[in-house]
């Protein structure tokens, strides 16, 4: 089995693995560059590969780092299935049409180009094929199996087994600990080798009583100063994650009544995506639903889908808290926002995912006090909150743990889907603590397994 790594190689986005079993040929994942704006150059690159001869794809989850160059494939002449979990599908055609939405708008605004259009979207699913965990898929010369990650929902690591061969796990993302709603990262079992993500390979979160008391905290000082809680979520997992724990807050009246604005079409989509598939939450989030209680609605919440109810939150009362998209400021209503609060020490922005270094959000969590939005410099008096216990990635110690707790311990391993620091120290740290060969792969890599 031969592996190039297209993508995600010393980097955070743009995953695609390029594997040869045999006569076949697939990808694990067509992501999509991320960091600038959505049409950053290197998405129209070649693909380094014939998208002709592939015949197959496997996709790990549905975030546009990992989806978003399925619809350039296939406009570059694929002609195989795509295989990913029925929550992946759904997930993939909301986030593929938003994205679309976004270039389409970039376009007519600043001329910048498409990576393709929105009927493109439709090509993709019709190659969709939906494969339950757990089930094992026969193809030529291999077999695949996808497990639960615990990353977001539907999200899998993944098993491709040569037949008569070596076995790859593919990690795909890696779920942190106790992340809300969501089942814990399933264990490796058998393993010759394993491409890992290394996200947060150099650091570790928050626990979660800690993360709580950060989010929790946050609030009751928005409340005291009368100010505004400003929270940039990813619109897939994060958003979800964010609504449960307010529910629970609120519900056990462990903080005062303040209005919540959903202000982000994708994630109220997105919301309704997990209220379809309850069977893959975890027994508390089972457990609540039993009870009757609606694990995404609360008191004094509120849903703005239009923008014209996006527009409407300025002029509402404050405190208040607005969590809106998109997660590492680099676009979205979140923008907007930060326009209008960002100037005011009454405001708190609280951070809660992982922020690229050449973003927006990049560059607010580094401390920069002056910034740029629609042309416009904004100064940052708000404070600033980042907490990594939200985080739907796995940090060092849970991937370390990920590793030793497998059944098989890989042979050897390589570090993908993190900056070149983060992915270098996780390969070191592996080294150290299992004498296993660890190494961070560079951009078109070839390894043969």
């Not at 639960?148 to 593919?170: K, N, Q």
């Not at 609030?219 to 929270?231: H, P, R």
């Not at 508390?284 to 996006?310: H, M, Q, V, W, Y």
Request: include cysteine; hydrophobic fraction near 35%.
């Amino acid at each position: 089995m031969k592996i190039t790594f297209y993508g995600a190689a010393r980097e955070v986005t743009g995953s695609c693995y390029f594997v040869k079993i045999g006569k076949s040929k697939i990808l694990v994942d067509c992501g999509m560059f991320q960091g600038t704006k959505f049409a950053d150059a290197k998405n129209f690159q070649v693909f380094g590969f014939d998208a002709q001869s592939i015949d197959a794809v496997l996709i790990t989850h549905g975030h546009l780092d990992h989806i978003g160059r399925l619809p350039k494939l296939i406009n570059e002449k694929f002609s195989g299935t795509v295989y990913m979990t029925p929550p992946t599908k759904k997930i993939t055609e909301i986030v593929l049409q938003d994205t679309a939405n976004i270039m389409e708008k970039d376009f007519k605004k600043e001329h910048r180009p498409k990576l393709y259009e929105a009927e493109d979207v439709k090509k993709v699913l019709s190659r969709c094929r939906v494969v339950g965990y757990d089930k094992v898929t026969k193809l030529d010369g291999f077999s695949f199996r996808f497990r639960d990650a615990g990353h977001i929902l539907g999200s899998s690591f993944i098993e491709v087994r040569e037949t008569g061969g070596p076995t790859v796990v593919f990690s795909g993302d890696v779920g942190n600990y106790d992340v809300p709603i969501l089942r814990e990262t399933e264990q490796i079992e058998e393993c010759d080798a394993l491409i890992t993500e290394s996200t947060y390979g150099d650091r570790l979160h928050e626990n979660v009583p800690e993360r709580s008391k950060i989010f929790k905290n946050s609030i009751l000082n928005t409340i005291k100063q009368k100010g505004v809680l400003l929270i940039p979520a990813f619109a897939v997992e994060r958003t979800q994650q964010l609504l449960y724990e307010l529910n629970h807050l609120v519900e056990n009246n462990f903080i005062p009544n303040i209005d919540v604005y959903l202000d982000s079409p994708m994630a109220i989509k997105i919301t309704e995506v997990f209220k379809k598939f309850p069977h893959y939450f975890d027994e508390d989030a089972l457990r609540l639903i039993a009870t009757g209680d609606e694990l995404f609605d609360f008191p004094n919440l509120k849903i703005t889908n239009s923008t014209n109810e996006s527009k409407a939150i300025n002029d509402s009362r404050k405190p208040k808290i607005i969590i809106a998209g998109s997660g590492m400021m680099n676009g979205g209503r979140i923008l907007h926002h930060m326009v209008r609060y960002l100037p005011e020490k009454t405001t708190t922005l609280l951070i809660i995912g992982y922020q690229a270094n050449n973003t927006l959000g990049g560059r607010i969590y580094s401390g920069t006090k002056k910034i740029k939005i629609f042309g416009k410099t904004v100064p940052v008096h708000a404070k600033i909150v980042a907490v990594g216990g939200y985080s739907a990635h796995a940090d060092q110690e849970k991937l370390l743990n990920w590793i030793e707790q497998a059944k098989t311990k890989p042979k050897t391993i390589y570090c993908t889907h993190g900056e070149k620091e983060s992915a270098l120290t996780l390969a070191s740290r592996i080294k150290e603590k299992f004498n296993i060969n660890a190494e961070a792969p560079i951009m078109k890599q070839t390894i043969e397994v």
